[in-house]
């Protein structure tokens, strides 16, 4: 049964609960007519019936009218005399315990405490009245009985706190959820403006520095100068306004589900040829034949190319010749972006978070990634499962 379908039969069970016990009620009362008891008597249990009844219903959205007018009546069954015993042993008086479920499962756990004393100083009024009524029955008879009665309303408070702290449990969990669905988007955004916007940035800044060093215009020159320096600032500004959006890495997702971003491996060439200048020597070379990669892979192979480029171009004095290829094997395709050190490292601020992406793309994708730092530059290395090596270890 779904939770749309038992919504539709609550009304239908309540109503047929509240007409069950009234009738129940209805027969009792009717027999203790037949025994003997006053006419008076016999509407005043009916009455008190009838408002615990309403109190069961208004409880639903109005707990603490509902539970009072439910004391109220259980008040009135008590203290009125009676035929032989209690009067708050008619079915309608389990309405009482539903109210104080309702109040628990709605108030602070302090109110719902002051409720449950009610109810205890309810059952203790009802005893003692009892006691007095009939003298002749032991006292051990009204201790067990109202012992019963606080188990069973105690048990009824236990029950609701319970299942209120569970229900509780399950909307904090699913608030978790949802806040860290949130900030995966969140870092998912933030890798894919690091990605395209600052590889393309730092491609063009680079682009215009060889051309201000191969012109022969010193006012060219100067003018190229300037706006390289201003490309520059304005990818500082951009990681700036990156830093907003979050954390650069979130804990992946237990079923992770790549974005779905217009690139392949086929982009590869053109984005190398791109960024190559008369003072960046950027080449591809794939060796092996290709092999078909999930969604997540590709999407990891063409970022760490692009970020292994942009590091190039942003952290290295050029001339800079950087080599981009692909390695295939059956079992995976190894993405390797190596530089030659250029003429030296520049010093382009605070670190960004951009290989930090890319390892989560990386991992996410089932691959590792590795950074190298030798005498002779920088080796960016990506090892990605093709399908068939992902078929293998399942």
């Not at 005043?44 to 603490?64: D, F, I, M, S």
């Not at 830093?243 to 992770?256: F, H, K, Q």
């Amino acid at each position: 049964m779904t939770a749309s379908q038992r919504r539709s039969t609550w009304p239908a069970t309540t109503v047929v609960a509240h007409v069950v016990l009234a009738l129940l009620t209805m027969l009792i009362l009717a027999g203790v007519w037949h025994l003997g008891a006053d006419l008076w008597q016999i509407f005043t249990a009916a009455g008190a019936a009838v408002l615990l009844h309403v109190g069961a219903v208004v409880a639903h959205r109005r707990p603490w009218v509902g539970y009072a007018i439910g004391a109220l009546a259980m008040l009135v069954l008590v203290t009125m005399p009676f035929l032989g015993w209690s009067p708050s042993m008619l079915p309608s008086a389990v309405c009482f315990p539903l109210t104080l479920w309702r109040l628990t499962s709605l108030v602070s756990v302090r109110s719902s405490v002051v409720a449950l004393a009610v109810a205890a100083l309810g059952i203790v009024l009802t005893e003692l009245v009892a006691w007095a009524r009939l003298p002749p029955d032991p006292g051990w008879t009204r201790l067990v009985e109202g012992g019963l009665l606080m188990l069973v309303v105690g048990g009824v408070w236990l029950a609701a706190l319970l299942v209120r702290r569970r229900h509780e449990a399950g909307r904090r969990a699913e608030s978790e959820r949802l806040a860290a669905a949130v900030a995966d988007e969140r870092a998912s955004i933030r890798r894919d403006l690091h990605d395209v916007i600052a590889h393309t940035v730092t491609v063009m800044v680079a682009r215009i520095e060889a051309a201000a060093v191969t012109t022969a215009d010193p006012a060219t020159r100067r003018e190229l100068g300037d706006i390289a320096e201003a490309g520059r600032d304005a990818h500082q500004g951009l990681r700036a306004m990156l830093a907003t959006l979050g954390p650069a890495t979130v804990a992946p997702r237990a079923d992770p589900r790549p974005r779905q971003v217009p690139i392949s491996l086929d982009a590869l060439p053109d984005l190398v040829a791109s960024a190559a200048s008369p003072l960046h020597a950027v080449t591809f070379a794939e060796v092996g034949e290709r092999r078909p990669l999930s969604l997540s892979a590709e999407v990891a192979a063409v970022r760490t190319v692009q970020e292994g480029i942009t590091n190039a171009l942003r952290h290295l004095e050029p001339p800079v010749e950087v080599t981009v290829r692909l390695r295939w094997t059956p079992a995976e395709v190894v993405v390797e972006v190596r530089d030659d050190g250029g003429k030296a490292l520049r010093d382009v601020g605070s670190q960004g978070t951009g290989l930090m992406g890319i390892e989560e793309r990386v991992r996410t994708a089932g691959g590792t990634l590795s950074i190298d730092d030798g005498d002779d530059g920088w080796v960016l290395r990506a090892r990605l499962p093709t399908k068939e090596g992902n078929d293998r270890t399942k």
